[in-house]
Nanobody, 116 residues
Framework: QVQLVESGGGLVQPGGSLRLSCAAS????????MSWYRQAPGKERELVAQ????????NYADSVKGRFTISRDNAENTVYLQMNSLKADDTAMYYC?????????WGQGTQVTVSS
């Protein structure tokens, strides 16, 4: 059974940091490109960050470049998103995604709220 389980979300003040984790099971994790997406209320889901299968290539949305870092541990089947200098606009549900040749798996999401 394929599972992607996100954790690490919560309420944080502007300027603060959070580290999201996504634990994967039930599929060949190291063969999949891993991504973090987010969706704010009333907005479409958007790609935040993406990492290649062995972690050498990363891509980021312009809105998070220089503040967020995606990484993965293929031995632990886990992908991370380190989020620094958080802003109110970062408030959203964050979803983990696994993609291989157009086959997508999604997690249930973890809520991130940035507010004073």
């Amino acid at each position: 059974q394929v599972q992607l389980v996100e954790s690490g979300g919560g309420l944080v003040q502007p300027g603060g940091s959070l580290r999201l984790s996504c634990a994967a099971s039930g599929f060949g994790f190291r063969d999949y490109v891993m991504s973090w997406y987010r969706q704010a209320p009333g907005k479409e889901r958007e790609l935040v960050a993406q990492i290649s299968r062995i972690g050498r290539i990363t891509n980021y949305a312009d809105s998070v470049k220089g503040r967020f870092t995606i990484s993965r541990d293929n031995a632990e089947n886990t992908v991370y998103l380190q989020m620094n200098s958080l802003k109110a606009d970062d408030t959203a549900m964050y979803y983990c995604n696994a993609n291989r040749d157009g086959v997508h798996y999604w997690g249930q999401g973890t809520q991130v709220t940035v507010s004073s």
